[in-house]
């Protein structure tokens, strides 16, 4: 089956503890996305790739870091320089030059 | 910046037909989707209309553009109680290599259909 996977669903972190999330899709995407969902919020951009080894900032990126050693692969770093860090984070990629961006089931983070 | 409207809530009865609506500010949107996201899941890609569209429609789902206006709809026909979910407008700007960011997917907050039986 092609798809987007994000491992775990649901994660918890103690205070002042790293934790990676997982991106993996065999979809051939070139591009990857980062976004972040609060409660009655949109989703904002956390970080992008559009190619292997190289990344950008989106609109929040403080406190979290990313990885694209890979192409199927972009993991999400939430460091505990991130003061609120209890949301549901959701990956995304999609083929370059083609704007639609398929969707993971998203992993929902809370922080103890 | 970029700015994506949405209501927040929008209750129908089963058999009725739902319209949800959005606005935009960025006059260079291109590409404008709708989301569908149920609960505790990720987002569904629904549909999409190209900005030289005004209308577009996929069996149960019409959308509707007023560039003029900056306003897009969604209207879902004989509406379901499946249909129970949150619903993203979201937008990208002007073409595929327009520079840094031109990828980034501009989303409304979302707004609730609840679907009465």
């Known amino acids: 089956d092609g798809g987007i996977t994000q491992s775990p669903k649901y994660l918890f972190r103690k205070e002042g503890q790293n934790v990676t999330l997982s991106c993996e899709q065999n979809?051939?995407?070139?591009?990857m996305y980062w976004y972040r969902q609060d409660p009655g919020q949109g989703l904002r951009l956390i970080y992008y790739s559009q190619i292997v080894n190289d990344f950008q900032k989106g609109d929040i990126a403080e406190g979290y870091s990313v990885s694209r050693e890979k192409k199927e692969s972009f993991p999400l770093t939430v460091t505990s320089a991130q003061k609120n860090p209890t949301a549901f984070y959701l990956c995304a990629s999609n083929f370059l030059g083609h704007n639609e961006q398929f969707f993971g089931p998203g992993t929902r983070l809370t922080v103890l | 910046g970029e700015d994506v409207e949405q209501s927040l809530f929008l209750s129908v009865r089963e058999g009725d037909s739902s319209v949800i609506n959005c606005t935009y500010t960025d006059s260079s949107s291109t590409y404008l989707y709708w989301y569908k996201q149920e609960p505790g899941a990720g987002l569904q890609l629904l549909t999409y209309?190209?900005?030289?569209?005004d209308m577009k429609q996929d069996q149960r789902l019409t959308v509707l553009l007023n560039k003029k206006d900056k306003h897009l709809s969604l209207r879902i026909a004989d509406t379901q109680t499946g249909d129970s979910a949150i619903y993203f407008c979201a937008e990208t700007p002007e073409g595929p290599y327009s520079g840094a960011g031109s990828y980034q997917l501009t989303f409304g907050k979302g707004t609730k259909l609840s679907v009465i039986p």
């Open positions: 209309i190209f900005s030289n569209m």
């Open positions: 979809l051939n995407h070139d591009a």
